[in-house]
């Protein structure tokens, strides 16, 4: 079956530096690839999507890698800021008829110290 | 405004009683999920609707039974509700096609007790 998990179900980071969330699939034939973002009491929140036949893309403060090689993700953040805290998912995308299938990762808690 | 809403935002209620979840999208898309989250934050979808239609439907109890009256609304109700239902639910929508983001609402905390 298939899967998509992270290494690190906490991360702790300091306010200014950078932080690396990992996340690993199973699924070979997955071409699409989204990470979320949750604060407390709230929905997951869309932050950055990839397609399989890209290696990086880019947005503002965030970047994510994906090697298909090896099946890793990754989520970027630069110069982590308070309001980054939050529990980060990826997701892993298949399509479901018209419907997209997202099947989600255990997540990780990214917590910034002052 | 809201894109994706949901009510109630808290239900409380006791075992055996029906309940259902409202949610309501305003961003004009044709797809319509609901998602489980669990107190460990997993989060695993359970229904899609595209255009009123049911496209995807994973193992959930048939106590479960989602409505969707129109492209803008995916409701969820839940018959003899269990303790093991407590949970957050989310609904979520997106453009047809299979390969677009998912917006999420802001959840419905479930607590039976």
């Known amino acids: 079956g298939e899967s998509v998990g992270l290494h690190l179900p906490t991360l702790s980071v300091q306010e200014g530096d950078n932080s690396i969330i990992n996340c690993a699939y199973s699924?070979?034939?997955?071409?699409?690839f989204i990470w979320y973002k949750q604060e407390s009491g709230k929905g997951p929140q869309f932050i950055i999507d990839?397609?399989?036949?890209?290696d990086k893309r880019q947005g503002q403060r965030v970047t994510v890698l994906l090697n298909k090689t090896v099946k890793h993700l990754s989520l970027q953040i630069a110069a982590t800021q308070p309001g980054d805290s939050a529990v980060y998912f990826c997701?892993?995308?298949?399509?479901?008829?018209?419907?997209?299938?997202?099947?989600f990762g255990t997540g990780t808690r990214l917590q910034v110290t002052l | 405004d809201t894109a994706v809403s949901q009510t109630p935002k808290y239900l409380v209620t006791q075992m055996g009683n029906d309940k259902s979840i409202k949610c309501e999208q305003n961003?004009?898309?044709?797809?319509m999920y609901w998602y489980k989250q669990d107190s460990k934050k997993f989060l695993k979808i359970m229904f899609s609707?595209?255009?009123?239609?049911?496209?995807i439907n994973e193992t959930v109890p048939n106590r479960f039974s989602p409505k969707s009256p129109d492209k803008a609304h995916l409701n969820l109700h839940i018959n003899s509700l269990e303790l093991g239902d407590s949970a957050v639910y989310f609904c979520?929508?997106?453009?047809?096609?299979?390969?677009?983001?998912?917006?999420f609402g802001p959840g419905t905390r479930l607590t039976v007790t």
């Open positions: 979520a929508s997106s453009l047809a096609g299979g390969t677009y983001e998912q917006y």
């Open positions: 699924n070979s034939a997955s071409d699409y």
């Open positions: 990839i397609r399989s036949n890209m």
């Open positions: 997701a892993e995308n298949r399509k479901a008829g018209t419907a997209s299938k997202l099947t």
């Open positions: 961003l004009g898309h044709d797809t």
């Open positions: 609707y595209n255009n009123k239609e049911l496209i």
